[in-house]
Protein backbone atom coordinates (compact mmCIF):
# COMPACT_ATOMS: atom_id res chain seq x y z
CA UNK A 1 0.00 0.00 0.00
CA UNK A 2 2.95 2.37 0.80
CA UNK A 3 4.28 1.87 -2.80
CA UNK A 4 1.13 3.03 -4.30
CA UNK A 5 0.37 5.50 -2.56
CA UNK A 6 4.06 6.54 -3.19
CA UNK A 7 3.11 6.01 -7.50
CA UNK A 8 0.10 7.96 -7.11
CA UNK A 9 2.02 10.87 -5.51
CA UNK A 10 0.39 11.05 -2.06
CA UNK A 11 3.86 11.36 -0.13
CA UNK A 12 2.12 12.13 3.23
CA UNK A 13 0.39 8.87 3.36
CA UNK A 14 3.60 7.15 1.72
CA UNK A 15 5.75 8.89 4.56
CA UNK A 16 3.31 7.07 7.00
CA UNK A 17 2.97 3.98 5.76
CA UNK A 18 7.02 2.95 5.31
CA UNK A 19 7.31 4.50 8.38
CA UNK A 20 5.36 2.09 10.21
CA UNK A 21 6.35 -0.83 8.09
CA UNK A 22 9.83 -0.52 8.79
CA UNK A 23 9.37 0.50 12.63
CA UNK A 24 7.52 -3.03 12.92
CA UNK A 25 9.24 -4.88 10.45
CA UNK A 26 13.45 -3.41 10.57
CA UNK A 27 14.83 -6.89 9.52
CA UNK A 28 12.10 -7.60 7.02
CA UNK A 29 13.45 -9.07 3.32
CA UNK A 30 11.79 -5.64 2.06
CA UNK A 31 13.15 -3.46 4.54
CA UNK A 32 15.79 -1.32 2.23
CA UNK A 33 13.07 -1.12 -0.25
CA UNK A 34 10.81 0.74 2.26
CA UNK A 35 13.41 2.80 3.39
CA UNK A 36 14.21 3.64 -0.09
CA UNK A 37 10.70 4.36 -0.19
CA UNK A 38 10.38 6.75 2.47
CA UNK A 39 13.62 8.53 1.41
CA UNK A 40 11.98 8.83 -1.75
CA UNK A 41 8.55 10.22 -0.05
CA UNK A 42 10.43 12.66 2.06
CA UNK A 43 12.61 14.07 -0.57
CA UNK A 44 9.67 14.39 -3.01
CA UNK A 45 8.25 16.58 -0.05
CA UNK A 46 11.35 18.90 0.62
CA UNK A 47 11.86 17.39 3.43
CA UNK A 48 15.62 16.68 2.86
CA UNK A 49 17.26 16.94 6.56
CA UNK A 50 14.82 13.71 7.03
CA UNK A 51 15.58 12.20 4.11
CA UNK A 52 19.42 12.47 4.17
CA UNK A 53 19.64 10.00 6.78
CA UNK A 54 17.53 7.28 5.26
CA UNK A 55 19.62 7.52 2.18
CA UNK A 56 22.71 7.54 4.12
CA UNK A 57 21.97 4.63 6.10
CA UNK A 58 21.66 2.70 2.31
CA UNK A 59 24.57 4.13 1.11
CA UNK A 60 26.43 2.35 3.97
CA UNK A 61 24.50 -0.96 3.87
CA UNK A 62 27.71 -3.98 2.81
CA UNK A 63 24.46 -5.82 1.40
CA UNK A 64 22.08 -3.44 -0.16
CA UNK A 65 19.12 -5.05 -1.82
CA UNK A 66 20.10 -6.08 -5.56
CA UNK A 67 16.99 -3.87 -7.05
CA UNK A 68 18.43 -0.43 -5.68
CA UNK A 69 20.50 1.85 -7.12
CA UNK A 70 23.58 2.25 -4.98
CA UNK A 71 25.09 5.62 -7.43
CA UNK A 72 21.58 6.93 -7.23
CA UNK A 73 20.87 7.14 -3.95
CA UNK A 74 23.94 8.42 -2.92
CA UNK A 75 23.19 11.38 -5.20
CA UNK A 76 20.10 12.03 -3.44
CA UNK A 77 21.90 12.11 -0.23
CA UNK A 78 24.69 14.61 -1.59
CA UNK A 79 21.43 16.26 -2.98
CA UNK A 80 19.90 16.43 0.36
CA UNK A 81 22.65 18.26 1.61
CA UNK A 82 22.45 20.82 -0.83
CA UNK A 83 19.26 21.65 -0.61
CA UNK A 84 19.92 22.06 3.01
CA UNK A 85 22.52 24.16 2.62
CA UNK A 86 25.47 22.14 3.74
CA UNK A 87 27.59 22.29 1.14
CA UNK A 88 31.03 21.38 2.71
CA UNK A 89 29.01 17.99 4.00
CA UNK A 90 28.26 17.24 0.29
CA UNK A 91 31.20 18.24 -1.59
CA UNK A 92 33.07 16.10 1.23
CA UNK A 93 30.61 13.23 0.20
CA UNK A 94 31.14 13.51 -3.38
CA UNK A 95 35.07 13.68 -3.19
CA UNK A 96 35.18 10.74 -0.65
CA UNK A 97 32.50 8.56 -2.94
CA UNK A 98 33.28 9.76 -6.56
CA UNK A 99 35.47 7.38 -7.77
CA UNK A 100 32.69 4.25 -6.23
CA UNK A 101 30.32 5.46 -8.80
CA UNK A 102 30.05 2.42 -11.24
CA UNK A 103 28.05 5.01 -13.33
CA UNK A 104 30.10 7.10 -16.20
CA UNK A 105 26.53 9.76 -15.64
CA UNK A 106 26.21 9.55 -11.89
CA UNK A 107 30.47 9.92 -11.65
CA UNK A 108 30.39 13.35 -14.08
CA UNK A 109 27.53 14.50 -11.63
CA UNK A 110 29.59 14.14 -8.90
CA UNK A 111 32.30 16.22 -9.72
CA UNK A 112 30.46 18.25 -11.82
CA UNK A 113 28.79 19.39 -7.52
CA UNK A 114 32.25 19.69 -6.57
CA UNK A 115 33.35 22.29 -9.33
CA UNK A 116 30.17 23.86 -8.71
CA UNK A 117 31.15 24.05 -4.84
CA UNK A 118 34.67 25.11 -5.26
CA UNK A 119 33.15 27.80 -7.60
CA UNK A 120 31.14 29.47 -5.32
CA UNK A 121 33.61 29.79 -2.90
CA UNK A 122 36.61 30.96 -5.23
CA UNK A 123 38.81 28.80 -4.23
CA UNK A 124 40.59 28.90 -7.93
CA UNK A 125 43.50 26.15 -7.54
CA UNK A 126 40.79 23.73 -6.68
CA UNK A 127 38.62 24.82 -9.08
CA UNK A 128 41.52 24.37 -11.96
CA UNK A 129 42.13 20.61 -10.33
CA UNK A 130 38.54 19.47 -10.08
CA UNK A 131 37.90 20.67 -13.60
CA UNK A 132 40.09 18.61 -15.36
CA UNK A 133 38.79 15.71 -13.78
CA UNK A 134 35.08 16.79 -14.78
CA UNK A 135 36.34 16.94 -18.17
CA UNK A 136 37.94 13.83 -18.47
CA UNK A 137 34.81 11.92 -17.11
CA UNK A 138 32.05 11.22 -19.48
CA UNK A 139 30.26 14.11 -18.65
CA UNK A 140 27.24 15.64 -20.59
CA UNK A 141 27.81 18.75 -22.88
CA UNK A 142 26.51 20.81 -20.36
CA UNK A 143 28.54 19.28 -17.64
CA UNK A 144 31.46 19.69 -19.87
CA UNK A 145 30.91 23.34 -21.01
CA UNK A 146 30.26 24.33 -17.48
CA UNK A 147 33.52 22.79 -16.47
CA UNK A 148 35.68 24.27 -19.05
CA UNK A 149 33.95 28.26 -18.08
CA UNK A 150 34.96 27.15 -14.60
CA UNK A 151 38.30 26.39 -15.60
CA UNK A 152 38.76 29.61 -17.46
CA UNK A 153 37.49 31.34 -14.97
CA UNK A 154 39.55 30.07 -12.11
CA UNK A 155 42.54 30.38 -14.61
CA UNK A 156 41.62 33.57 -15.77
CA UNK A 157 41.46 35.16 -11.73
CA UNK A 158 44.74 33.25 -10.99
CA UNK A 159 46.65 35.60 -13.76
CA UNK A 160 46.99 32.41 -16.56
CA UNK A 161 45.39 34.14 -19.12
CA UNK A 162 46.87 32.10 -21.71
CA UNK A 163 45.72 28.80 -20.31
CA UNK A 164 42.35 30.15 -19.72
CA UNK A 165 41.92 30.94 -23.22
CA UNK A 166 42.87 27.70 -24.04
CA UNK A 167 40.01 26.17 -22.07
CA UNK A 168 37.33 28.71 -23.06
CA UNK A 169 37.72 28.18 -26.71
CA UNK A 170 36.44 24.71 -26.76
CA UNK A 171 33.44 25.43 -25.31
CA UNK A 172 32.24 27.10 -29.28
CA UNK A 173 32.54 23.35 -30.89
CA UNK A 174 30.46 21.99 -27.87
CA UNK A 175 26.46 21.42 -28.60
CA UNK A 176 25.44 22.98 -25.37
CA UNK A 177 23.02 26.04 -24.42
CA UNK A 178 23.79 29.45 -25.92
CA UNK A 179 23.99 30.75 -21.94
CA UNK A 180 27.63 28.86 -21.78
CA UNK A 181 29.03 29.97 -25.50
CA UNK A 182 27.73 33.44 -24.45
CA UNK A 183 29.65 33.45 -21.04
CA UNK A 184 32.61 31.66 -22.19
CA UNK A 185 32.69 34.73 -25.63
CA UNK A 186 33.00 37.35 -22.98
CA UNK A 187 35.56 35.67 -20.44
CA UNK A 188 37.69 34.75 -23.71
CA UNK A 189 37.48 39.01 -24.61
CA UNK A 190 38.89 39.02 -21.08
CA UNK A 191 41.65 37.19 -21.58
CA UNK A 192 42.23 38.87 -24.83
CA UNK A 193 42.57 42.23 -23.41
CA UNK A 194 44.57 41.22 -20.49
CA UNK A 195 47.22 39.51 -23.09
CA UNK A 196 46.99 42.82 -25.15
CA UNK A 197 45.50 41.15 -28.03
CA UNK A 198 42.89 43.31 -28.45
CA UNK A 199 42.61 42.71 -32.35
CA UNK A 200 41.16 39.31 -30.54
CA UNK A 201 39.18 41.12 -27.78
CA UNK A 202 36.97 42.71 -30.10
CA UNK A 203 35.17 39.71 -32.02
CA UNK A 204 34.64 37.87 -28.87
CA UNK A 205 33.21 40.69 -27.03
CA UNK A 206 30.77 40.66 -30.69
CA UNK A 207 29.53 37.36 -30.11
Not at 169 to 186: M, Q
Amino acid sequence: MASAAYNRKLYPVAVTQFGEFLQKNPTHPKADLAQQGLGLSLYALKQYDKAQPHFAALVAKPNLDASISRDRILMLQGRCLLFSSKKDEARKLFIDQYQKLSDPKYQAAALAAICDICFEKAEWDEVIAWTAKLIAAKATADEHARGLYQRGYALQSSKKSEEAVAALVKIAGLETTPEWKTRAAYLLGECHNALEQFELAEPAFAT
